[in-house]
C-alpha cells in the first residue's frame, strides 16, 4: 500500500502538486423548511451550525470543497399563526450531520481584489433524527414510532447551493459570508409529511406512546383529545423538506506558495528566494 501512495504522488505532474490548498472553518445558523415552518426563510427557531472542510483550488476562480457540518433543527406548531396547525401541537427537534462535495466560482481574483462574490453548488449526505419530548419531559425519537404508518431511512441525499462574498484579510487568509440552501430527498425531517394513519392500527403496530405522539391537541387547554380520523390530512406531502445555514466561512491557504502556470508573473503569494548574502 505503502508503494502505490508513493508512486502515485512521484506520477503527479508537478503543476498539480504545486496547486493550492485551503482548510476552511464554518460557523452561522441553522433552520428548515418543512410542515411546521411556516417562514420560506426566517431566523425564527433557528440553532448554531458549525464546519470544517478543505477547498481544492484548481485557478483562481474555479475551486472544489469538502466539508463536515453538525448543526440542530426544530420546529414547533405553538408558535405557528395558522389555528389549525397549533390546535395540532406536534413539535420536534433533530440534530444533522452532512457531509458535502462542493464546486465553487469566484467572479473576481483574490490574488488581485480584496473581495468577490462567489456561487457554489454540489452534493452531499447527511443524518437526522426526529425527536420531541412527552408532557412529562422524557425524550422520544420518532422514526421508529411510524407516527404515520411509514418508514423512513434516517439518512438520505442533499443538494446543497448558494452563495456569498468573501474578502481578503492577508495574503493566506479570507473571510466570507454566505448563504446555503440544501434541497433534500425526505419529507420526513419533522417526521411530517402525509396523513393521520388509523388510530387502532397505530396502537395495535406501536403502542400508546405512538398515538400519544402522532396527535398532541388533546395537550393544550380547550384543546380536542379525540384522535382524528383515519385518512385526515397531517402534512403537506406535495413539497420536500429543505434547510439551510447561514454564517461565517474562514478560509486558510496551507504551504502559502503558488505559482500560476505559465503567467510568467510572480503571484503575491509566492515566498521571495533569499538573497546571497556573500
Known sequence: MKRIVFFLLTALPLPLLAQQWHITAFGGVSNYQGDMQ?????????HGAFGLGLQYDFSSKFSV??????????????V?????LIARNLNFSSQLLEGTLLAEYRFLDLDTKKFTPYIFAGVGAFGFDPYTNDT????HYLQPLTTEGK???RVQLSFPFGAGIKIKVTSLLSLGYEVGIRATTTDYLDDLSDRYVDHDQLLAAKGAKAVELAYRGGELKDGNPNYPVAGTVRGRPDAKDWY???GITLIYQLGGVFEKSGSGKKSSRQLDCPKDVY
Open 38 to 46: 411556516e417562514k420560506r426563510f426566517t431566523t425564527n427557531q433557528s
Open 244 to 246: 439551510y445555514f447561514q
Open 80 to 84: 405557528a399563526k395558522d389555528s389549525q
Open 151 to 153: 418508514t423512513y431511512s
Open 65 to 78: 470543497r469538502g466539508g463536515l457540518y453538525y448543526a440542530r433543527i426544530s420546529g414547533d406548531d405553538k
Open 136 to 139: 412529562s419531559g422524557q425524550r
